[in-house]
C-alpha cells in the first residue's frame, strides 16, 4: 500500500493534470533537546541530544476538479547519548502521502493523512480517529492509513473515514500498568488486532455551519479502543476492546469572543463502564494582537468502578483548567505560555516557548515544558516527560 501511493505521487508529480503545476518545499531544522527534571527543589538538565531534520515536500495541486497528490517525508540525524561511538543514528518518516480527487461535491483521499475534528483548543474529545500519545497526550496525534471522502451541500458536510486496519497505541507506548496482572503483579500478554479487511475502523462526523449563531458537527466511531484495558476477571493477557463513540461539537461567537464545547461518550463492547470526555473554552485576541484562551476539561471512565460492582457518577471524573496565551513581544518575537491544572491532584503542567523570525523563512525557538507541581497519580498531567529545547529551521 505504502510503495503503490508513493508510486501514484511520483507519477502525478511527473506527469501532472493539465494546468497543474508541481510544487516542491520543506525544511531543514537543528535541534537540540534535554530531559528537564526538579529533584528536591532543585532543577536539572539532562545530557542534550542534538539532532539534524530534513523534511522533503511535494504537492500536485488540483486542477479543474482532477487528481491532487502529496507527499512529506522526514529525514532524523540525531547522536545517542552517553555513548563513546559518534556515530549518528539515522532514521526515515513518511509524515504523509495520499492521492484525491476533488469534484463539485466532493472530496475523496486515500493515504497516509492527517485527520482531526473537533474545535477545542488541542484536546478534542471527538476527533475519534488519530490516536493520542500516551507519553504526551496533549501533541498533535499522528496521520493515519485511511480512505476518506467529504460531501458537500450547502452549508452542511459530511465527512467519512475508513481505516482499513485498526489504528491503536503500539505495545512499546502502552503504560507498564496495562500490561501487568494485578493480581501476582506477572505481566500479560497483549493480544493485538487481527489484520484483516473487516478489522478496520469507521468514523463518521456530520457538520452543519451557520445553524443559528453556531456550527454543529455531530460524530459516530466504531472500532477499537485507543489502549488495552485490564482483563476482567484478570488473566494472563488483556486485548483492545471494540467500542463505540458518539460526539457532539459546537462552535461560535459571543461578542469579539469564540467559544466551543465539545463531548463524547464511548461504550466498550465487553468491559464494564463507560468513557465520558468534555471540553469547553473562550478564547479572545486583543486590538493589539495577544491571543488569550481558557478551557474547562472533564473526563470519566468508571471501569474501575462497575467491575467492582460499584455505581458511578459525575463527581468520579477528573476536572481541569487550561489557559494560554500567545503575544508579540518584541518586533518579530513571539512568547507563549500554556498551563494546566488538575484539582484533584493538585498537579499542574507548564509550557513555555520563545520564537524569533532572524530572516525569511529561518525561524529560531527556544521552549521548555514540565510538571510544576504534585500529582503523582495524574493520568494526564504526569505523563508528558519534561523538556526542553532549542531549534533553528529553516524552510524552503
Known amino acids: 500500500m505504502v510503495s503503490a501511493l508513493l508510486l501514484a505521487s511520483a507519477a502525478l508529480a511527473w506527469a501532472p493534470p493539465a494546468g497543474a503545476e508541481v510544487q516542491w518545499g520543506g525544511k531543514v531544522e537543528s535541534v537540540v533537546t534535554a530531559m528537564l527534571t526538579e529533584a528536591g527543589g532543585t532543577w536539572q538538565l539532562g545530557d542534550p541530544v542534538p539532532a539534524q531534520q530534513v523534511t522533503l515536500r511535494v504537492e500536485v495541486p488540483s486542477a479543474s476538479g482532477d487528481a491532487y497528490a502529496r507527499a512529506e517525508g522526514t529525514g532524523l540525524l540525531a547522536w545517542p547519548v552517553g555513548e563513546e561511538s559518534l556515530q549518528p543514528d539515522l532514521t526515515f518518516r513518511l509524515d504523509e502521502a495520499y492521492v484525491g480527487l476533488y469534484t463539485d461535491r466532493a472530496d475523496y483521499r486515500v493515504g497516509l493523512q492527517q485527520v482531526k475534528w473537533g474545535s477545542a483548543y488541542r484536546v478534542n474529545p471527538t476527533s475519534f480517529v488519530p490516536r493520542p500519545n500516551p507519553a504526551d497526550p496533549l501533541a498533535e496525534p499522528p496521520a493515519v492509513w485511511a480512505a476518506r471522502a467529504t460531501g458537500y451541500w450547502g452549508d452542511t458536510s459530511l465527512d467519512a473515514v475508513w481505516l482499513p486496519l485498526a489504528d491503536v497505541v503500539p505495545k512499546e507506548q502502552v503504560p507498564a500498568l496495562l500490561l501487568t496482572n494485578p493480581i501476582g503483579g506477572a505481566p500479560m500478554e497483549l493480544v493485538t488486532p487481527e489484520t484483516g479487511w473487516d478489522q478496520g475502523e469507521l468514523a463518521l462526523s456530520l457538520t452543519r455551519r451557520a445553524l443559528g449563531p453556531v456550527d454543529l458537527s455531530v460524530s459516530y466511531f466504531l472500532g477499537k479502543e485507543d489502549l488495552p484495558r485490564?482483563?476482567?476477571?484478570?488473566?494472563?493477557?488483556?486485548?483492545?476492546?471494540?467500542?463505540?463513540?458518539?460526539?457532539?461539537?459546537l462552535s461560535g461567537s459571543l461578542g469579539d469572543a469564540g467559544v466551543w464545547a465539545e463531548a463524547a461518550y464511548g461504550k466498550p463492547a465487553t468491559r464494564p463502564g463507560v468513557n465520558v470526555d468534555?471540553?469547553?473554552?473562550?478564547?479572545?485576541?486583543?486590538?493589539?494582537?495577544?491571543?488569550?484562551?481558557?478551557?474547562?476539561?472533564?473526563?470519566?471512565?468508571?471501569?474501575?468502578?462497575?467491575?467492582?460492582?460499584?455505581?458511578?457518577?459525575?463527581?468520579?471524573?477528573?476536572?481541569?483548567?487550561?489557559?494560554?496565551?500567545?503575544?508579540?513581544?518584541?518586533?518579530?518575537?513571539?512568547?507563549d505560555l500554556a498551563a494546566a491544572y488538575g484539582p484533584e491532584s493538585g498537579a499542574v503542567y507548564g509550557l513555555a516557548s520563545l520564537r524569533r523570525e532572524v530572516a525569511p523563512g529561518t525561524h529560531l525557538e527556544l521552549s521548555a515544558s514540565t510538571a510544576l507541581a504534585g500529582g503523582g497519580d495524574d493520568p494526564l498531567l504526569d505523563a508528558p516527560p519534561g523538556t526542553v529545547r532549542a531549534s533553528l529551521r529553516m524552510e524552503f
Open 278 to 335: 468534555a471540553v469547553a473554552g473562550v478564547d479572545y485576541q486583543t486590538r493589539g494582537g495577544t491571543y488569550l484562551a481558557g478551557q474547562l476539561l472533564y473526563t470519566l471512565d468508571t471501569q474501575a468502578i462497575e467491575s467492582q460492582g460499584g455505581t458511578a457518577s459525575v463527581d468520579d471524573g477528573r476536572l481541569y483548567l487550561m489557559a494560554v496565551v500567545e503575544a508579540e513581544v518584541a518586533h518579530a518575537v513571539t512568547a
Open 230 to 249: 485490564l482483563a476482567d476477571p484478570p488473566s494472563d493477557a488483556t486485548t483492545y476492546d471494540d467500542v463505540q463513540r458518539f460526539g457532539i461539537d
